[in-house]
């Protein structure tokens, strides 16, 4: 019986402790979900003012989205976030949720931002895999590299300059890593592409 008493015990024992660690997570949880989001989100507004001059929209970044199909310009075999720049109301400028894939160790997450004319304002990649001090290289906390792509276009440089110089091109590599600057250059041109192939329409969202 003493037995069965102390079973009893320590499975109450254990049942208020598994409750009341439970309820401690889910406190710890709503108080902390809210400074997570709000952290989050102050990334993504930093991120967006980096790329996008801040005359050139007036609303509200992380609210005005749209969604693109999946295209192989994109980069993605899903849909494609769109962040849209308006100033007095007017479409100013896309920045893209894009992707660079086949860089050395997978994809990379980008931010591309294009103003109404076809113009890339700035570049970002936000996520990625590389090799530290090699592809890592793309990340503007380790080289200013990335910044190499505001005011370019599809005509400046022209399409052949669209590419690393160890191809011909007219946008520096990494000493001793190719593979991932070569990813980002497409993905910039891919995505400069895109916005000219279907300027129209984004321009009336």
């Given at each position: 019986?003493?037995?069965?008493?102390?079973?009893?015990?320590?499975?109450?024992?254990?049942?208020?402790?598994?409750?009341?660690?439970?309820?401690?997570?889910?406190?710890?949880?709503?108080?902390?979900?809210?400074?997570?989001?709000?952290?989050?989100?102050?990334?993504?507004?930093?991120?967006?003012?980096?790329?996008?001059?801040?005359?050139?929209?007036?609303?509200?970044?992380?609210?005005?989205?749209?969604?693109?199909?999946?295209?192989?310009l994109l980069g993605s075999e899903t849909d494609i976030k769109i962040h849209i720049a308006r100033k007095n109301?007017?479409?100013?400028?896309?920045?893209?949720?894009?992707?660079?894939?086949?860089?050395?160790?997978?994809?990379?997450?980008?931010?591309?931002?294009?103003?109404?004319?076809?113009?890339?304002?700035?570049?970002?990649?936000?996520?990625?895999?590389?090799?530290?001090?090699?592809?890592?290289?793309?990340?503007?906390?380790?080289?200013?590299?990335?910044?190499?792509?505001?005011?370019?276009?599809?005509?400046?440089?022209?399409?052949?300059?669209?590419?690393?110089?160890?191809?011909?091109?007219?946008?520096?590599?990494?000493?001793?890593?190719?593979?991932?600057?070569?990813?980002?250059?497409?993905?910039?041109?891919?995505?400069?592409?895109?916005?000219?192939?279907?300027k129209d329409t984004l321009l009336a969202y």
């Amino acid at each position: 019986m003493e037995l069965f008493a102390s079973i009893r015990r320590n499975s109450l024992g254990l049942a208020i402790f598994a409750v009341l660690t439970a309820g401690l997570i889910a406190i710890t949880h709503q108080l902390t979900d809210h400074t997570i989001k709000n952290n989050i989100l102050d990334a993504q507004i930093a991120a967006f003012n980096e790329i996008l001059p801040a005359d050139l929209y007036d609303n509200d970044l992380t609210t005005d989205t749209a969604i693109l199909p999946a295209d192989p310009l994109l980069g993605s075999e899903t849909d494609i976030k769109i962040h849209i720049a308006r100033k007095n109301g007017a479409v100013t400028g896309i920045i893209f949720e894009t992707i660079a894939p086949r860089g050395y160790n997978g994809n990379l997450d980008m931010l591309v931002a294009i103003d109404k004319t076809g113009v890339v304002t700035g570049s970002r990649v936000i996520s990625h895999k590389e090799t530290p001090g090699l592809g890592d290289k793309v990340d503007l906390k380790k080289s200013n590299w990335i910044l190499s792509f505001a005011n370019t276009s599809l005509d400046q440089p022209n399409l052949k300059g669209w590419a690393v110089k160890k191809d011909g091109g007219e946008f520096d590599q990494f000493t001793g890593a190719t593979i991932t600057p070569r990813a980002v250059v497409r993905a910039v041109k891919n995505t400069l592409t895109y916005f000219d192939q279907h300027k129209d329409t984004l321009l009336a969202y």
